[in-house]
């Protein structure tokens, strides 16, 4: 993990311990990406949800692909998780993995034993047998859904491999440390198997599977050690744009407005004129609206019976938008 990155999940961690104190009408949500648990609060991407939708009854295999900061696991996990889940058509199922640094297969492998609603140790053995099922043949995905009876007739999986990057520096093809030999080419052969199982189960016509990707269009040359994987980005990849100014506005306003807050239209305008030469600065805007909110909120529980109140003096106390280095 970079170091960025590292400093970006600390801050996400101790904003994280702030809920309870704030309370369930925090509307900003800081640096971390926003989850499912967070749709409530999630504007600004109407257009793209819809087309990303579009992408997704079209397609088996999408790659999100966008630079640092754009919302990408945002926009899947908040934005893509909710709209699918008022489909009519579908009954969707929800699998969210990271590759990891330890194991791919077994991040998958843990996944899919959790569409049985099992715990404890009958959910680790349902793991354990679901790996052993997947790592067997490049037909493992199949395979290890016909063994997990949840899908019914109408329903769909879809499987959101998140930060799909990170299984490129599992492989070795990133790293800046000294691995031996034989745990270099471990961690390449399962991450090439890794990528054969996403890849065969997207062309199997009768399995009830749709996979997405999030990539870092950086990253995105990476995929060429890969047989296949650049082929499959290059037919189905969303490249996530940055939001426009009255999207940007969308995302300040209307959370704020959905907490009963109000917010000074002086504070809007300065916050959007802060991020207009970045329009990827989603992370730094979140926690900058986030702080401002803390602040308006402790004032407010001193006598004044309204929501919070959002000023400009809170935005220029709190520092502004702060530029840091944010995951997407």
């Known amino acids: 993990m970079r170091i960025g990155e590292k400093l970006v999940s600390a801050l996400g961690e101790a904003m994280g311990r702030l809920e309870t104190t704030f309370g369930c009408d925090r509307p900003f949500i800081g640096l971390r990406p926003f989850g499912y648990s967070d749709r409530r ?3 600004g991407r109407e257009g ?3 087309a990303l939708e579009l992408q997704i009854e079209q397609n ?19 934005g893509l998780r909710a709209k699918l889940q ?7 199922k929800w699998v969210e993995i990271r590759p990891g640094a330890v194991s791919p ?3 998958l492998a843990v996944g899919l034993a959790a569409l049985t609603g099992e715990t404890g140790d009958l959910a680790e053995a349902c793991a354990d047998r679901v790996e052993r099922i997947l790592t067997k043949s490049s037909f493992g995905l199949g395979e290890a859904l016909a063994s997990i009876p949840v899908l019914g007739d109408r ?18 093809l990133w790293s800046e440390m000294n691995r031996d030999l034989v745990t270099a080419t471990e961690h390449r052969e399962e991450a090439t198997k890794f990528v054969r199982l996403l890849l065969t189960a997207a062309k199997m016509p009768l399995l009830p599977i749709h996979i997405i990707v999030s990539l870092r269009s950086e990253s995105i040359g990476y995929c060429a050690g890969f047989h296949g994987l650049p082929e499959a980005v290059s037919r189905s990849q969303f490249l996530v744009p940055g939001m426009t100014r009255h999207q940007r506005e969308d995302v300040i306003r209307k959370p704020i407005q959905l907490a009963g807050g109000r917010i000074d239209p002086g504070l809007v305008q300065r916050a959007l004129n802060d991020t207009n030469d970045d329009p990827n600065q989603l992370p730094q805007l979140q926690h900058a609206m986030m702080k401002c909110w803390e602040r308006a909120y402790l004032r407010g529980t001193r006598g ?5 109140h959002l000023t400009i003096d809170d935005y220029t106390r709190i520092g502004g938008v ?3 280095h944010c995951p997407a």
């Open 41 to 43: 609060y999630f504007f």
């Open 48 to 50: 793209e949800l819809d």
């Open 60 to 78: 088996r295999f999408v790659a999100v692909v966008g630079s640092s900061g754009c919302g990408k696991s945002s926009l899947v996990s908040a």
């Open 86 to 92: 008022n489909a009519v058509d579908h009954r969707w």
């Open 105 to 107: 297969i077994r991040e």
């Open 155 to 172: 329903s769909r999986l879809l499987l959101f491999v998140d930060q799909f990057e990170e299984l490129f520096r599992f492989a070795d």
């Open 304 to 308: 004044v019976d309204q929501g919070p």
């Open 322 to 324: 702060v530029r840091l």
